[in-house]
């Protein structure tokens, strides 16, 4: 069980939101990805996130384009985990695959405030506030070793490493 501290946000966030489509193409460094994370959302995430925070958030989180520094932005900035009541299909796919972990739970958000802090119980596949229980569903044992894995490429680079 790990505790994490939460940055609570609205329903259909989408992607140049996240992270802004003008950087895109201009910041390559992990550090100056990270330090544009949901800019136009919240201008205080990026000073404010500490590694291990969790996002949680409404309905059509990640929707927009299927831009992967959407995710790698908040990966970067050491988000733990993003928590939505639902989620782009492609985003959804984009966290699987950088290895960051997306957990739809469609009545967390009514619950807790950015600040809080909530469990989340891996081995049981729970989330606990301080008032309720949620549980999360279990993903395939093919998507749960990628995330496991660390993302897509590093669970492959292991794999064909040791063949």
């Known amino acids: 069980m790990t505790t994490h501290r939460v940055w609570v946000y609205g329903d259909s966030v989408n992607t140049d939101v996240i992270f802004p489509g003008k950087y895109t193409y201009t910041l390559k460094t992990p550090e100056d990805i990270a330090a544009h994370a949901l800019e136009d959302l919240d201008p205080s995430f990026a000073a404010g996130v500490r590694p291990g925070d969790v996002i949680i958030a409404g309905r059509n989180w990640g929707n927009g384009s299927s831009r992967e520094q959407a995710v790698t932005a908040l990966k970067y ?15 959804f796919r984009n966290c699987i695959n950088q290895g960051l972990w997306p957990i739809v739970c469609p ?5 807790v405030h ?4 909530i469990t989340i119980d891996r081995n049981s596949l729970q989330i606990i506030t301080s008032s309720h229980v949620f549980a999360i569903p279990p993903l395939s044992p093919s998507v749960q070793a990628i995330l496991d894995g660390g993302g897509l490429l ?10």
């Open 77 to 91: 900035a050491g988000v733990a985990a993003i928590i939505a009541a639902s989620f782009g299909g492609l985003y």
């Open 114 to 117: 950015t600040g809080d802090t």
């Open 154 to 163: 590093p669970m492959l680079q292991r794999r064909f490493a040791n063949a």
């Open 107 to 111: 009545d967390l958000r009514q619950y």
